[in-house]
């Protein structure tokens, strides 16, 4: 039986023929971009580089030898390629278990195409089981914090060793339980407006177009209506 690493391998280099050569190609954040950033050291001469969506991904992109872009350096991306921690048969995801959704959600804005790799252990009937990262204002977090509990979401800081993990934007985390998303563009959208809100970990308006899901029998195609 393959392992979880295994079936993200496999997805990481089935990814490769989305990539467009000698086109930048944006790159996510996550175990499963580890493995796809692994595999594109082996496109490196075809493309020009990369757009990444984390401090963490920048670096690993350099380590095999493929140059960084800043997003303001490039125009309009083909593809865009990232993992998920929850996706629903429509492409609708939620990301952020990273910390990286910011980033994620601004390279995905500049991208023509969300080719979403992640294992079968991620596809869901119905977004909200795993806790949905909010990156918020730290002013704002504790009345976030009473916003989602109006909602009948649970919210917590995230922490890292014991303190507030701080993002690669220098703002802070919540992770809110407990809420079902029935409907993924109106959640994302009433959220966002929330004063202190920089970002919703839940993807429908930059949604996947296409998902690779890794499973022993191979990838499976997801086409996200
Ligand atoms: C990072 C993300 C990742 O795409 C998500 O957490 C999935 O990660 P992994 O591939 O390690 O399961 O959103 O912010």
Same mark, same amino acid.
């Given at each position: 039986?393959? &392992?979880?690493?295994?079936?993200?391998?496999?997805?990481?280099?089935?990814? =490769?023929?989305?990539?467009?050569?000698?086109?930048?190609?944006?790159?996510?954040?996550?175990?499963?971009?580890?493995? #796809?950033? %692994?595999?594109?050291?082996?496109?490196?001469?075809?493309?020009?580089?990369?757009?990444?969506? &984390?401090?963490?991904?920048?670096?690993?992109?350099?380590?095999?030898?493929?140059?960084? #872009?800043?997003?303001? *350096?490039?125009?309009?991306? %083909?593809?865009?390629?990232?993992?998920?921690?929850?996706?629903?048969?429509?492409?609708? +995801?939620?990301?952020?278990?990273?910390?990286?959704?910011?980033?994620?959600?601004?390279?995905?804005?500049?991208?023509?195409? #969300?080719?979403?790799?992640?294992?079968?252990?991620?596809?869901?009937?119905?977004?909200? %089981? #795993?806790?949905?990262?909010?990156?918020?204002?730290? +002013?704002?977090?504790?009345?976030?914090?009473?916003?989602?509990? %109006?909602?009948?979401?649970?919210?917590?800081?995230?922490?890292?060793?014991?303190?507030?993990?701080?993002?690669?934007?220098?703002?802070?985390?919540?992770?809110?339980?407990? =809420?079902?998303?029935?409907?993924?563009?109106?959640? *994302?959208?009433?959220?966002?407006?929330?004063?202190?809100?920089?970002?919703?970990?839940?993807?429908?308006?930059?949604?996947?177009?296409?998902?690779? =899901?890794?499973?022993?029998?191979?990838?499976?195609?997801?086409?996200?209506?």
């Amino acid at each position: 039986m393959l &392992s979880q690493d295994e079936l993200k391998a496999m997805v990481g280099q089935a990814a =490769l023929q989305y990539v467009v050569p000698g086109e930048v190609v944006g790159v996510g954040t996550g175990s499963t971009v580890n493995q #796809f950033i %692994a595999a594109l050291a082996s496109m490196k001469d075809r493309i020009p580089g990369a757009v990444s969506s &984390s401090k963490a991904s920048s670096e690993r992109l350099q380590a095999v030898g493929i140059r960084v #872009f800043d997003c303001n *350096e490039v125009g309009q991306l %083909a593809v865009y390629v990232d993992g998920a921690d929850e996706i629903d048969a429509h492409g609708c +995801m939620i990301k952020g278990g990273g910390a990286a959704l910011t980033r994620e959600k601004i390279v995905a804005a500049q991208s023509e195409r #969300f080719v979403c790799i992640a294992d079968e252990s991620k596809l869901v009937r119905t977004l909200g %089981a #795993f806790p949905i990262p909010v990156e918020v204002i730290p +002013m704002a977090a504790q009345r976030i914090m009473r916003q989602f509990a %109006a909602i009948g979401g649970k919210a917590v800081l995230r922490l890292r060793a014991g303190q507030p993990l701080v993002t690669d934007n220098g703002q802070i985390l919540l992770d809110v339980s407990g =809420l079902q998303i029935t409907d993924p563009l109106g959640f *994302e959208s009433m959220v966002n407006q929330w004063a202190g809100v920089v970002t919703v970990g839940v993807f429908a308006r930059n949604r996947a177009d296409l998902c690779l =899901l890794g499973t022993r029998d191979g990838v499976r195609i997801l086409h996200c209506a």
